[in-house]
Every structure is written in C-alpha cells, then in structure tokens.
C-alpha cells in the first residue's frame, strides 16, 4: 500500500514538471554578484571619463574668512589633471597639475613651481576642505582599500572601504553612499586612522551630460568644524575633449 502511494505521488510529481515545461516555465538564473570595485572606480571617475574638460566654481567658508575661486580644468583619465585659476585677478595663474601619483603647484608671482611631498598630502588644496590626496587617490583607491557591501536597498549601496594596512593613504576608512537611479554618488564619509569620522561630501544637482549622470554640486563639511563648508559647482563639463598625456606637462603648469 505504501509503495502505491510512493509511486502515485511520483507519478503526480512528473506529471507537474511536464506541465510547467510545456508551459515555458524557467526558473530565473541567479542575480550577478555585485561588483564592487567596479562600482566604486566608476563613481571615482564619474567627473573624468577619458577626458574632460571643466569650468568651475569653489567657495570656501571657515572661521575667518570666505573665499571663490573660478577654475579651469582639463583631465585624462584618472592619472592625468591640471587646473588653473582664472578669477580672482590677484590669483589668476596659480595652478596645480597631477601626474600619476605625483602633485606639483605653480605660484605666478613668485614664478616657482613646487613639488608636493608624501608629507603634505594630506593637506589643503586651494585652501579648501579638499587635500591634495584628493586628487591622487581614485587611480590607486582599488590597490589601497578592501571594499564590502555594507547596505543594499531599493534606492541605493553602501559600500565600506578599509584601508589595507600597507597602503600609504590619509583615510583609515571611506563610505560610500551611492543610488541606483541613476547611478551617482550620494554621500562620501571619510575617516581618519583610528575610525573617527572626519568629514563628508555630499553630492546634488544631478544632470545628464554627454551621455553621463553627473552630479554638478558638491559640498564638503569637516565634521569637526560643521559651520566651515567647500562648495564646488561645475558650470560647464564636456567630455572625451580632444588631450592626450604630452598635455599634462610643467610647461602647462605656467601658462596662463
């Protein structure tokens, strides 16, 4: 009786299967794992693409005083980036060119080019709430840090990353906030070695350029200091601009 019932049951099982196949039933495959390195090296170069061009705008507030500067911005990739400043008149000239993981700025009135040390690196840029490692990070930020997904919803990821422990970088660790529609950064937090947050970037005023979402204002607040803030606006950005590497050289620096 019992082998009856087995077999019925076994019967009734094909029986199913062969409905649902002649049906089309297909169990959908498995979602892709997230790519995670590649998620965050597409936020990092969100503003560069093979190239780009830039006219921008930074305001920078602290304790003591306010400041604007209107930039100028030429960039190949993630290795390659040089900015002028065209406004005010008193600063016009003074630019600062990165080469791989290599800074130097140039000062007009004293007509000197400096080479920024490892040491300064993580010092003021402009004298703005960016560093200097800023402008070096993002083509090495895969070799430096180990990314996990923190968070996913329907709206956005949260990805952590740890710096490695011989990786010579300003941030122990960073946290990316990024949405999915359409795939731009919300927030970026930075932490100092010992995990303590430092200071965030918030991203807004996302647009449609030449076939990329980019957010077009970014404000960075140290959290130490939250009345201080470095508004950074582009007013124009084209991309795939016609440079090539012989461009990003110490003679570009100095024109004016």
């Given at each position: 009786?019992?082998?009856?019932?087995?077999?019925?049951?076994?019967?009734?099982?094909?029986?199913?299967?062969?409905?649902?196949?002649?049906?089309?039933?297909?169990?959908?495959?498995?979602?892709?794992?997230?790519?995670?390195?590649?998620?965050?090296?597409?936020?990092?170069?969100?503003?560069?693409?093979?190239?780009?061009?830039?006219?921008?705008?930074?305001?920078?507030?602290?304790?003591?005083?306010?400041?604007?500067?209107?930039?100028?911005?030429?960039?190949?990739?993630?290795?390659?980036?040089?900015?002028?400043?065209?406004?005010?008149?008193?600063?016009?000239?003074?630019?600062?060119?990165?080469?791989?993981?290599?800074?130097?700025?140039?000062?007009?009135?004293?007509?000197?080019?400096?080479?920024?040390?490892?040491?300064?690196?993580?010092?003021?840029?402009?004298?703005?709430?960016?560093?200097?490692?800023?402008?070096?990070?993002?083509?090495?930020?895969?070799?430096?840090y180990i990314f996990r997904?923190?968070?996913?919803?329907?709206?956005?990821?949260?990805?952590?990353?740890?710096?490695?422990?011989?990786?010579?970088?300003?941030?122990?660790?960073?946290?990316?906030?990024?949405?999915?529609?359409?795939?731009?950064?919300?927030?970026?937090?930075?932490?100092?070695?010992?995990?303590?947050?430092?200071?965030?970037?918030?991203?807004?005023?996302?647009?449609?350029?030449?076939?990329?979402?980019?957010?077009?204002?970014?404000?960075?607040?140290?959290?130490?200091?939250?009345?201080?803030?470095?508004i950074l606006r582009y007013?124009?950005?084209?991309?795939?601009?016609?440079?090539?590497?012989?461009?990003?050289?110490?003679?570009?620096?100095?024109?004016?």
């Amino acid at each position: 009786m019992l082998w009856l019932k087995t077999k019925s049951l076994t019967l009734l099982l094909l029986l199913l299967l062969s409905s649902l196949l002649a049906f089309n039933f297909v169990i959908p495959p498995q979602a892709h794992a997230l790519d995670i390195k590649a998620l965050i090296r597409y936020v990092e170069q969100q503003y560069h693409g093979v190239s780009s061009y830039a006219l921008t705008t930074m305001q920078m507030r602290t304790a003591n005083w306010e400041r604007t500067l209107d930039m100028e911005s030429w960039a190949l990739g993630q290795d390659y980036f040089l900015v002028r400043i065209q406004n005010p008149a008193k600063e016009r000239g003074v630019a600062t060119l990165k080469r791989d993981v290599e800074v130097w700025n140039y000062l007009p009135k004293i007509d000197r080019t400096i080479k920024v040390p490892p040491s300064m690196m993580g010092g003021s840029w402009m004298g703005s709430h960016i560093t200097n490692d800023d402008l070096v990070k993002a083509n090495h930020i895969e070799e430096d840090y180990i990314f996990r997904l923190l968070e996913e919803t329907s709206e956005y990821w949260l990805v952590e990353g740890i710096a490695r422990p011989t990786a010579a970088v300003v941030w122990g660790k960073i946290v990316y906030r990024i949405r999915k529609q359409p795939k731009v950064p919300e927030q970026i937090d930075y932490y100092d070695e010992e995990q303590i947050l430092v200071r965030s970037f918030h991203f807004e005023d996302v647009r449609r350029i030449d076939g990329r979402d980019v957010p077009m204002l970014m404000t960075v607040t140290p959290l130490d200091k939250p009345e201080e803030q470095t508004i950074l606006r582009y007013n124009k950005l084209d991309f795939d601009v016609p440079i090539d590497k012989s461009f990003f050289n110490l003679r570009s620096l100095k024109q004016r």
